[in-house]
């Protein structure tokens, strides 16, 4: 009996290591976000970075991987979902060889757009193939469990480990150690995971893609640019707003589109992207500027930086399983609206760590540790719920589009939050300069706030 049991276990086990292997390319997408963002002072110093430079080292990833998002899923029904993954794999490895020999900026930002582009077919054929791979309800679970627990680890961690590589051997090595990991990814998968399509799934809208990602691209560079001509925020995002309005006007006359304007419009589903929106720029885009002002602030650099945020990162990780219970027990406004304003005392804390009103340093360092805190917490009350709250709320037809449509989402917001918040830093760099980004993240979390407690049902459905 014994023995038949360890059998099955071991059947299990090995049943898992599809799973695994996917979700071992995911991790490389999520730790070239989180692991980098350490790293990219020392980027700035070494390539003569300013403001506008140090935004785009994420925005061209982010940019990259949400206009890749809307035409990876057709062509990975039409060509394979293992072919995609195996494709952007590929292009995700030239991208970090790229990044890791690029003598200048322009090389730089070339080279992690190739990355998002690479990102976006890895994440959107590693969905598909565990989704076609794991059939059985709860085999598929554990496989979604599995990728979601190692996208956790690159998340929380990615800081220190980056941190670490940077201080040790250099921010090139960031991206050069990805290179092992793409050939295991490109050697295990094949050998793991079964092909899979759908030759009759959506085609392919390339004037969609091309619209998005023209109005993304426009809103970040003139929110960018504006820092030296004012005038020139509203013009670029005057013209983001019409291609925006064009692109809606695009979707509602196609027969299957990337994005439902009808389906989105609804108090409950705007309240919803609202706050995934606010959870981009209160949390992402703010833990991008976080290692310069701890620099700025307290002198530190590499595993300093690293370490420190922890305090930021690790909830993500740990604390998951607790906000799918208070889900349950609060409903969906109760949850967001809780999530949104803790997320948002950390943002007012992080204002005033920065704000000079405070008498001494320990008390700045114990601001700055006790806002990186809260707004870790609030995002992981929020960000595992949200995309399982916009499926249950789009009818079974939509799901795939509405699935989609946040993770497009959640780039676009993180993007353009970036940007937002680089084009109210000062030049002068100093850690006083840090207050009015948190002052505008602090305001995009309590727009989710309002969000969330007038437009989001008190009971989850």
């Known amino acids: 009996m014994a023995e038949s ?18 979700g071992m390319a995911a991790f490389l997408t999520q730790f070239d976000v989180t692991g980098v963002v350490v790293a990219m002072p020392a ?33 990975a029904d039409k060509y394979g979902r293992r072919r995609a993954l195996l494709g952007g794999n590929i292009l995700f ?45 709860d085999e598929r679970a554990r496989a979604f469990a599995i990728m979601g627990v190692i996208s956790g680890i690159a998340m929380a961690l990615g800081p220190t480990l980056g941190g670490l590589v940077s201080s040790w051997i250099g921010w090139r090595w960031i991206f050069l150690a990805n290179i092992p990991l793409c050939l295991l990814v490109i050697l295990a998968v094949p050998r793991l995971v079964a092909e899979s399509r759908d030759p009759a799934g959506r085609p392919l809208d390339w004037s969609g893609v091309v619209l998005l990602t023209l109005a993304l691209g426009i809103a970040i560079e003139s929110l960018l640019m504006g820092r030296a001509a004012p005038a020139w925020i509203a013009v670029g995002l005057g013209g983001s707003v019409c291609l925006f309005v064009i692109f809606g006007i ?57 370490v420190a945020l922890l305090s930021a990162t690790l909830p993500m990780l740990v604390l998951p399983p607790y906000g799918a219970r208070l889900a349950k027990r609060w ?19 992080l204002v005033l760590a920065a704000s000079g009103w405070l008498p001494n340093m320990g008390v700045i360092l114990a601001a700055a540790a006790i806002g990186m805190l809260l707004i870790g917490l609030g995002a992981v009350l929020a960000h595992p719920q949200l995309s399982g709250a916009i499926v249950a709320l789009v009818p ?29 830093l000062p030049d002068e760099g100093t850690a006083a300069g840090y207050m009015w980004p948190w002052l505008l993240a602090a305001f995009g979390s309590a727009g989710g706030l309002i969000a969330a407690s007038l437009l989001l049902p008190e009971h989850q459905p």
């Open 43 to 75: 980027m700035a110093a070494e390539l003569g970075f300013g403001a506008a430079a140090y935004a785009w080292i994420m925005d061209a990833y982010s940019l990259a991987f949400t206009g890749g998002l809307l035409a990876a899923g057709a062509l």
């Open 331 to 349: 409903g969906w406004r109760g949850l967001f609206a809780t999530a949104m304003l803790v997320l948002l005392a950390g943002d007012l804390v």
């Open 93 to 137: 490895l030239a991208g970090s060889i790229a990044c890791g020999v690029a003598a200048g900026g322009p090389e730089l930002w070339a080279a992690r757009a190739v990355q998002g582009l690479g990102a976006a077919f890895v994440i959107t054929g590693g969905i598909a193939l565990l989704a076609s791979t794991y059939a059985r309800p």
């Open 396 to 424: 079974p037809a939509q799901t795939g589009m509405a699935s989609a449509v946040t993770v497009v989402m959640r780039q676009g917001g993180f993007a353009l939050g970036i940007a937002a918040l680089g084009a109210t």
């Open 250 to 306: 695009q979707q509602r006359r196609r027969p299957a589109p990337i994005f439902d304007p009808a389906v989105f419009g609804r108090p409950v589903m705007a309240g919803i992207s609202l706050v995934l929106v606010a959870l981009s720029i209160g949390y992402w885009a703010v833990l991008v500027y976080l290692p310069p002002f701890l620099r700025a602030a307290f002198g530190w650099t590499g595993p300093s930086v690293g």
């Open 5 to 22: 049991d360890l059998h099955k276990q071991q059947r299990r086990w090995r049943d898992l290591l599809p799973a695994s292997a996917l």
